[in-house]
Every structure is written in C-alpha cells, then in structure tokens.
C-alpha cells in the first residue's frame, strides 16, 4: 500500500495561483460558478486508471515514431486541439496524449464555453492556467484551470507539468518516479517522439528565472474514495521501457 494521494493535497511552488473550490465528479469550477462540461463517463475502476490506459498505449506502439503513430491513432485529432498533424516540432502532442488518456478513463478534460477551450487541450500548461471563462477575447483573463487541483509533492500517476530542458515553453506526463534527485520519470507522449518513459527535469534555470515542474490531480478524481498507488521512489527507465516492449535508449521529450 502507498500513500493516500489526500495525504499529499497542496499547493506547488510554480506557477502561482488560488486553487479552485472542489467541484463534483465530472465538474470543476470556482464555488458558486460551476462548469459545465458536458457528459462524462464513470471513471473506470482502480487508481489512477489513466495510467495504465497510457501504458496500454506505449505497448501498442512499443517505439514507434509519431509519423507512425498518427496513422493507427492521432491523439490531437482525437480530442480536438485544432491541430491536424503530430509530426515536427511543430505539432506537440503530449498534452492531447495525456488529454485523450484521462478522457478515456472517464474524465472531464475541456472547459466549455472557456475562450480557447479546445487549444488549451493541446498545451502542457492548459493542465494549470487556461483562458476564460468566456467566449469574448477583450474581457478574458487567465484562470487556474478548475478541473485539477495541485499537489505539495508528486505521487505515482500524478499529471507532471515540467519545464523544458532549453528553457523554452513546457511539457507534460504522468508521473511515475524518480530517476536521480533533478528528473522525473514520466509516462507521456512525444518523448523522443514516442509513447514512452522518459526523464525530465524538474527544475530549468536559477535565481529568478527558475522554473519548477507542478503536479496536478483530476478533482473529479480527488472527489471520490480514496485511492492507494503504489509507493513514491527511484525507477529505471530503461526497465519501465523494456517493459512496455521498447528496447535501447530514450531521449527526454523536454529538448
């Protein structure tokens, strides 16, 4: 048994903002202004069930590269990001991957109604601060986004929102351990242009250009009974991987 992820409810270092009143499975939103989100599925059964529908993913393409992926599973088409490709360094897919997991396991993704609702599904970041609510672009302001609530620590299948190793823009995946005292271990996609596990920093940076990967929860998930993970620690990636049947090495998704 590990710990309780109620054990580990907080607010991370960066970036700053109020945390959103706990909303109903299935909707999120400040006290007073909740969201509606449309439909959503009962979530399946067992903790974290996101993760393992994003380790099913890995061993169904065990390595394959996104060009290849898109054509079995186009993972920003899926949830509607607005983009149409995967491929280049020009279409980041990790969110819509991490996205279109939590949706499959029954999770409320998108803000309707919020300006930009659907491109904040494809950026790392829309995890933590989107643009609404509202439709009209002169009176948006950038909110907490309300269907997660942010974690003091990190805890196994925890949404991970790290920054990039050149210090340019974010990334995003699950959180499965740690790989030395600075990175991370994340299940995600667009890892090396994968569906894969792979080391991330936590940190970028110093003084007062630092920046600090967040963790994050669904509240929907937060909302319901308790759930036991498996144990904060140390894991090798090359053995997460060659579990999921992808062999040699893998680079970070963070570059």
Not at 37 to 45: D, H, M, S, T, Y
Not at 138 to 145: D, I, M, P
Not at 181 to 195: A, C, F, I, K, Y
Request: with cysteine.
């Amino acid at each position: 048994m590990g710990p309780r992820y109620d054990d580990c409810l907080g607010l991370s270092d960066a970036p700053s903002g109020p945390l959103p009143a706990p909303g109903r499975r299935g909707r999120g939103g400040r006290a007073g202004r909740p969201i509606d989100v449309g439909p959503v599925r009962p979530p399946l059964p067992g903790p974290v069930p996101w993760l393992a529908i994003a380790q099913a993913e890995a061993r169904r393409f065990h390595g394959l590269r996104e060009a290849d992926i898109q054509v079995q599973r186009n993972y920003a088409r899926e949830v509607g990001t607005g983009r149409t490709s995967m491929v280049g360094s020009e279409n980041a897919w990790c969110a819509a991957f991490a996205n279109w997991c939590l949706r499959e396991a029954g999770f409320a993704i998108e803000n309707a109604g919020w300006f930009d609702h659907a491109g904040a599904l494809g950026r790392a970041m829309g995890f933590l601060q989107v643009a609404g609510p509202g439709s009209d672009k002169s009176h948006v302001v950038s909110a907490t986004n309300p269907l997660y609530r942010r974690l003091q620590q990190p805890c196994v299948g925890a949404i991970a929102v790290v920054p990039r190793s050149s210090g340019a823009g974010w990334h995003v995946g699950f959180a499965v351990g740690m790989a030395s005292p600075t990175d991370v271990v994340l299940l995600g996609g667009n890892q090396d242009d994968r569906v894969c596990y792979a080391a991330n920093p936590v940190q970028v940076g110093s003084g007062a250009h630092v920046r600090k990967a967040t963790f994050c929860l669904p509240e929907a998930y937060l909302d319901g009974p308790p759930q036991a993970e498996a144990a904060w620690g140390v894991v090798s990636v090359a053995a997460l991987n060659t579990g999921v049947g992808i062999g040699g090495a893998v680079g970070s998704g963070t570059t």
